[in-house]
């Protein structure tokens, strides 16, 4: 697979109608959703992260972790819920980082491609590195705990 990061050109964001999917309610308070993507054309997949949780009231600026991705796969578009279990790294370094997949809705009409979906969503955010479009690290490794 040969996924990049780029902004997401307006042709798709009229093919996959991206302003109905901004509109879509939270669970949580949370980020503004991205105008980039990580995207593999050839594999028909890419990742796109909605929004981050964020409790206004907690401490360290109300960051818990929880991220809300759109994970398209194939014609068939899911939403994956990650908690960030542990980053590191810096600016112009290598950087890591270590994800639980909290939640999937795999379609019933793909469940049993499983696997794959979640290999290839593992994929997806290893080429997403460290912020995408933003990512300044020199190397990424990723875990995706499942």
């Known amino acids: ?58 401490l360290r600026g109300g960051y818990t972790g929880i991220s809300v991705w759109d994970f398209y796969w194939k014609g068939h578009l899911m939403l994956v819920k990650l908690l960030s279990i542990e980053t590191g790294g810096g600016l112009r370094q290598h950087c890591w980082s270590k994800k639980k997949l909290l939640s999937i809705d795999i379609p019933k009409e793909v469940d049993g491609l499983r696997s794959q979906i979640l290999r290839d969503l593992e994929l997806a955010l290893t080429a997403y590195r460290d912020g995408g479009v933003f990512s300044k690290a020199t190397s990424f490794s990723f875990t995706l705990e499942i």
Do not use: C, Q
């Open 1 to 58: 697979m040969a996924f990049v990061n780029e902004y997401i050109p307006e042709a798709d964001v009229n093919k996959y109608d991206f302003v109905s999917l901004n509109k879509r309610p939270k669970e949580a308070s949370g980020s503004l959703p991205s105008n980039s993507w990580t995207i593999d054309r050839a594999a028909d997949v890419w990742l796109r992260h909605f929004y981050t949780e964020m409790d206004h009231t907690a």
